[in-house]
């Protein structure tokens, strides 16, 4: 029974992943190609998905439900949650995708655990590990090898590309470690459902959902749908599943497959360049979530029999 529940969380997991590479890569093929608003996307994601959690939550009667706005400092923690972690990872992402492509912003995007480690290694006033050592080496190394193949004097993507992907690292790391609190006290679905909801609502003054522009057809009208449904509502239901089942960590690390699919298929559907180093790059990047991932062992000394 144990291994079953653990077998399905790895592969509701794996399967968030996949369907946030994919998700993305479609993102990239609208903004591009359609002329789909970035803002517009956003703000329609979010109220939709977020709308959609909220009524899984009221179907299976969670208490938590309407709870959280009832204590005032939480309801504020969850609108600082909803803004500052879930739009800004949202909005710096996609920005960084239109900007750029998929593969990259995706890529880019998984510096933040990197960030996280230095974050908590000032927090708690020590030093860092030797693996977050290493960690922060290899992100910084893989990060110069993406944006400039290793000429220090060029860029390969553009200075707002590589602006809003570092700031997508940095919204990842608040998204994370800020609404650990609010998730001791309340349901994973309902956080997740309201900072959506709330944050789709805040960004609806910045582009209402009945502001449509760009080309409409079939395609349009499937990847925007692809990118609500299952790029959103299901993968963060199946990724807080998996959480329940193996775990944050276990979790965590596997959504390193995110970056995977939206490379491969950013390169054999869009046909992007993607060269050898910045394979390179990627795997300096994506290997520190491994890294930070490993519990170091005590140094043990032999003294011999």
């Not at 653990?6 to 890569?25: C, D, E, P, Q, R």
């Not at 600082?80 to 750029?100: C, N, P, R």
Request: charge should be positive.
């Amino acid at each position: 029974m144990q291994e079953s529940a653990h077998f399905k969380g790895f592969s509701l997991a794996i399967i968030a992943s996949v369907l946030w590479g994919i998700s993305g890569t479609f993102a990239q093929f609208l903004f591009q190609r359609r002329g789909i608003n970035v803002e517009w996307l956003i703000t329609t994601r979010m109220l939709v998905a977020g709308f959609m959690l909220l009524l899984i939550a009221s179907y299976n009667k969670n208490p938590d439900l309407w709870k959280i706005w009832k204590n005032k400092k939480d309801a504020i923690q969850l609108l600082l949650f909803s803004i500052t972690g879930i739009l800004a990872v949202q909005y710096t992402y996609f920005a960084a995708v239109k900007h750029s492509n998929a593969a990259t912003a995706t890529i880019l995007q998984y510096a933040g655990p990197v960030l996280i480690a230095i974050f908590l290694a000032f927090k708690y006033h020590r030093l860092p590990k030797t693996l977050e050592y290493l960690a922060i080496l290899l992100a910084v190394l893989g990060t110069f090898l993406l944006v400039t193949h290793g000429n220090i004097h060029s860029l390969t993507i553009s200075g707002i590309a590589f602006f809003y992907g570092i700031a997508s690292a940095f919204a990842l790391a608040i998204y994370t470690l800020q609404p650990i609190a609010l998730l001791k006290k309340y349901s994973s679905t309902v956080i997740i459902g309201w900072g959506l909801f709330a944050g789709g609502v805040v960004f609806s003054f910045v582009r209402a959902p009945w502001n449509v522009e760009g080309d409409w057809d079939i395609y349009t009208f499937s990847y925007t749908s692809f990118i609500i449904l299952f790029g959103t509502l299901v993968a963060f239901y199946f990724y807080l599943k998996a959480v329940q089942l193996i775990g944050g960590q276990k979790t965590s690390l596997l959504t390193s497959a995110e970056p995977l699919s939206a490379t491969i298929l950013a390169i054999l559907w869009l046909n992007i360049p993607f060269e050898t180093i910045d394979w390179i790059g990627g795997f300096c990047i994506i290997s520190t979530v491994f890294l930070l991932g490993r519990k170091e062992k005590p140094i043990s000394i032999n003294k011999g029999n």
